[in-house]
Nanobody, 117 residues
Framework: QVQLAESGGGLVQPGGSLRLSCAASGSISSVAILAWHRQAPGKQRELVAS???????NYADSVKGRFTISRDNAKKTVYLQMNSLKPEDTAVYYC???????????WGQGTQVTVSS
């Protein structure tokens, strides 16, 4: 069992920055894919960024160049640095943990990010 606890969300003005954190606990494997997803009301949940155990990253086109995902295995934490925030970034952001063998997936409770002037 894995528990994920997000933090760092809040209200920020357009052009501002936020740093989200997701601390994992329980039966943690370093060989797991960590990701951030987001969902706005009435919209589909979308992948924002992901990072593998080896540090390979992928980003949604909408955030590429503005967001950076990273992980600290010693602290069992994954981060999402968000810069140059736009109103369209407003959503609930969810931490996602995926272990391939055996296939297991966990989700955090989500943290609200609101970008508004």
């Amino acid at each position: 069992q894995v528990q994920l606890a997000e933090s760092g969300g809040g209200l920020v003005q357009p052009g501002g920055s936020l740093r989200l954190s997701c601390a994992a606990s329980g039966s943690i494997s370093s060989v797991a894919i960590l990701a951030w997803h987001r969902q706005a009301p009435g919209k589909q949940r979308e992948l924002v960024a992901s990072i593998t155990a080896l540090g390979n990253t992928n980003y949604a086109d909408s955030v590429k160049g503005r967001f950076t995902i990273s992980r600290d295995n010693a602290k069992k934490t994954v981060y999402l640095q968000m810069n140059s925030l736009k109103p369209e970034d407003t959503a609930v952001y969810y931490c996602n943990y995926v272990r391939v063998i055996p296939r297991t997936e966990y989700w955090g409770q989500g943290t609200q990010v609101t970008v508004s002037s």
